[in-house]
């Protein structure tokens, strides 16, 4: 897969806006400034591809990216962000819920979370999500060049646990900023990319 060969598609406000030919769908979720920017970024070794930083709250739209024209990588809105409107909120879980009524549009799903804490109730809400899909999906614990050497087993069982991950989903540690856990990732995907 040459990552060097990504593209903005386009960013989908609901179900008529989502690509429908049969390349692979990668997606990725994740709470607002969890570092979902930076990882799509890491992965595709490009500095300002998907906008890191970008308003928290903005962001109720589905944006996807084709590389190498063999696979999207779809980026599912960020969560959590406590600013955000009753009415944003909405919008936000009706679009998340119209893409995962449309459950054959995903080959893998990728959760992100902070490596540092204990997931939140709406990363719990997120994995299940991605569970009842019954397709693959991995976790990324991003950021983890904030740990102690020490803390990271802990934090990764913590995770597993919090999340009620089965055995077969992966616990990648991954740091956007350091390019730990890319490789593992970007196997991961080729793995999933024959559909
Ligand atoms: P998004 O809202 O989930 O897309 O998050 P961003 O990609 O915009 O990142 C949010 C903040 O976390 C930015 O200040 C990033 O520089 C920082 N960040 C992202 N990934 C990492 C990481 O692996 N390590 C560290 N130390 N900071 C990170």
């Known amino acids: 897969l040459n990552t060097q060969k990504a593209e903005f598609v386009r960013s989908a406000a609901g179900a008529k806006d989502f690509p429908r030919d049969l390349l692979p769908q990668i997606a990725f979720a994740g709470r607002s400034n969890v570092g979902k920017s930076s990882v799509i970024n890491r992965l595709l070794n490009r500095k300002n591809f998907a906008r890191v930083g970008a308003a928290p709250g903005k962001t109720t739209h589905i944006n996807y990216f084709r ?4 696979i999207y990588l779809v980026d ?3 969560y959590g962000y406590a600013k955000v409107s009753q009415t944003e909120k909405a919008r936000w879980a009706g679009l998340i819920q119209s893409w ?3 459950r054959s549009l995903m080959t893998l799903g990728v959760l992100i ?3 540092r804490h204990k997931p939140t109730g709406d990363d719990k809400i ?3 999500y991605f569970k009842g899909t ?3 999906f991995a976790v990324v614990a991003n950021k983890l060049d904030k740990l ?3 803390e990271i087993e802990p934090n990764l069982a913590l995770i597993r646990e919090t999340l009620e991950l089965p055995d077969d989903v992966k616990v990648i540690p991954f740091s956007a900023e350091k390019g730990t856990g890319r490789e593992e990732l970007l196997g991961l995907i080729l793995d999933h990319m024959g559909g």
Do not use: Q, T, W, Y
Request: avoid cysteine.
């Open 76 to 78: 599912l809105p960020g």
């Open 126 to 128: 997120m994995s299940d």
């Open 100 to 102: 995962f009524d449309d």
């Open 134 to 136: 019954g397709r693959p």
């Open 113 to 115: 979370v902070d490596a």
């Open 67 to 70: 590389i190498d024209e063999k």
């Open 148 to 150: 102690k050497k020490s």
